[in-house]
């Protein structure tokens, strides 16, 4: 290019062109390593990226890198320090997403909602401790989610709403107490669930009434109370599934009662219970009480599994509030009894073999509140009439007026 008509210039200026042109190389040079960072910092530092797939596994992060490019599919940030997930939003096309080994403890409402095209997402050994209502939202594709060995101890009803896609589960190695019938709703393409190792005791029938593709359940190592619930849970499971074990290898027992202790889940029968529906101990009483006194009602049942109880008035589910209040042992209080309290009570008492309910009529007595009012204020009126009859009379008796008008107004006003 211009080199040949530069050597063909004077001796003289060949040395001063020379290092100009030395300068411009290396102003060159500078410039495209310069420039050669900004073209490969979609690659985070220390990771290793091939294409659309990116490894930052072990890289000691304690924070997810910034200007990962939106296009990526794969993302492994496994065995790092990240405590907070808030990047992520711009991920949109990344299909699976391994966050396992790092310091989460918290998953936020949407925390993955614009990641909708993610299919595994993976977060074992974290440090969470609930998964709240929403956590999940968005995550339509989701087929795999690992949220084994953390310290998962509450989950709020729809944490795992619409997820319509998941096959795979994994909640083991948590402290999971307590399972609700709404808990997996609406999972209908679940195939495997991971419940084991966790605190689980008891198991409402009904829990898993919604995974109508479900062929594995893990339930060993949790605390279970065998009882007339769990039988019936385990019938509904040898019923719903004739073809397939969904219990499996994995052997779940009894840990409670102590006599029962360590017999298999698949092996109890309806002898190893005295499963009864609901009978009355203490049948609430009719009552009459007066307005602004307290109104106790008492219904004791027994039955096995323990009879679920509702209250209701005149056929009318009653509404709980301050001033009425079901307690503990089902007594409901109705304090600073109304006029409109009066009417017929209803116990109901009812659990998976049957229902019985009780009723008793509650009376008012006393005067409506705003009734009251204008009475008080009739009455207020005649004593008020009577005395100035009195003073009336008196002043006419003893200003000497005839007996018969003494005697007409004596009747008539006293
Ligand atoms: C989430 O996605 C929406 C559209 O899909 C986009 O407008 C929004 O900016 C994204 N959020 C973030 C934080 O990138
Ligand atoms: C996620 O990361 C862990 C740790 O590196 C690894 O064992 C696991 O195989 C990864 N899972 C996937 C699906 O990449
Ligand atoms: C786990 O979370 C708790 C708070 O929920 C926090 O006190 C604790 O330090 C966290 N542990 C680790 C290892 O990050
Ligand atoms: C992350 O958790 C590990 C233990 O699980 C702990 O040793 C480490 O200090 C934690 N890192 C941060 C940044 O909290
Ligand atoms: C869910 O994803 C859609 C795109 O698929 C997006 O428009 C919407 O904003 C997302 N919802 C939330 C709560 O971010
Ligand atoms: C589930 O999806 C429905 C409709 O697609 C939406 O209205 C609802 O908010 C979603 N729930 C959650 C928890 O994302
Ligand atoms: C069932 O009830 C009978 C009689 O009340 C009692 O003898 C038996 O021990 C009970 N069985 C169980 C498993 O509680
Ligand atoms: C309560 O009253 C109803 C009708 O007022 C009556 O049929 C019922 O026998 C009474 N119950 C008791 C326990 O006295
Ligand atoms: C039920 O509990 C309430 C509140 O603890 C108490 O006031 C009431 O006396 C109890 N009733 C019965 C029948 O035990």
């Not at 929403?134 to 509450?154: R, T, V």
Request: hydrophobic share 40%.
């Amino acid at each position: 290019m211009t080199l040949p008509m530069h050597q063909d210039a004077a001796a003289a200026a060949a040395a001063v062109l020379r290092r100009t042109r030395m300068i411009l190389l290396l102003l060159l040079l500078m410039f495209s390593l310069s420039s050669f960072p900004s073209v490969t910092a979609e690659c985070p530092e220390k990771c290793l990226c091939i294409e659309e797939i990116f490894f930052c596994h072990k890289k000691g992060l304690d924070r997810i890198p910034d200007r990962i490019p939106p296009a990526i599919k794969v993302l492994d940030l496994s065995y790092n320090e990240i405590m907070d997930i808030e990047s992520l939003a711009h991920l949109t096309e990344l299909e699976t997403l391994n966050l396992s080994n790092n310091n989460i403890s918290e998953l936020k409402h949407g925390a993955f909602a614009n990641l909708s095209k993610l299919q595994s997402l993976m977060l074992s050994n974290n440090n969470i401790s609930e998964l709240k209502h929403g956590g999940f939202a968005n995550l339509s594709e989701l087929q795999i989610l690992y949220l084994d060995n953390n310290k998962i101890e509450n989950i709020e009803t729809g944490a795992f709403n619409n997820l319509t896609s998941l096959k795979v589960l994994h909640l083991d190695y948590n402290n999971i107490h307590k399972l609700d019938l709404e808990m997996f709703k609406g999972l209908r393409k679940l195939d495997k669930l991971f419940l084991d190792h966790n605190m689980i005791r008891h198991i409402p029938p009904g829990t898993i009434d919604s995974l109508t593709s479900l062929s594995l359940l893990w339930l060993d190592h949790n605390p279970l109370t065998c009882d007339c619930n769990i039988l019936l849970f385990v019938n509904v499971l040898k019923k719903s599934y004739p073809q397939r074990d969904v219990l499996w290898d994995n052997d779940p027992s009894c840990h409670f009662p102590v006599e029962m202790k360590e017999k298999s889940l698949k092996e109890i029968t309806k002898n190893d219970f005295n499963c009864t529906s609901p009978d009355v101990i203490v049948v609430p009483e009719n009552k009459t009480v007066s307005v602004g006194e307290q109104l106790q009602l008492s219904c004791k049942v027994v039955g096995d599994p323990e009879p679920y109880i509702t209250w209701a008035k005149d056929d009318i589910d009653l509404e709980l509030g301050k001033r009425v209040q079901v307690f503990q042992n089902n007594t409901l209080i109705i304090s600073k009894v109304e006029k409109t309290d009066g009417g017929k009570y209803k116990c109901v008492a009812s659990n998976y073999l049957g229902r019985k309910s009780f009723e008793a009529m509650v009376n008012v007595n006393g005067l409506a509140k705003n009734g009251s009012k204008t009475m008080f204020r009739i009455i207020r009126l005649i004593i008020g009439f009577s005395c100035l009859f009195i003073i009336l009379a008196n002043y006419l008796i003893y200003n000497g007026i005839s007996n018969i008008v003494k005697n007409v107004l004596l009747l008539l006003f006293l």
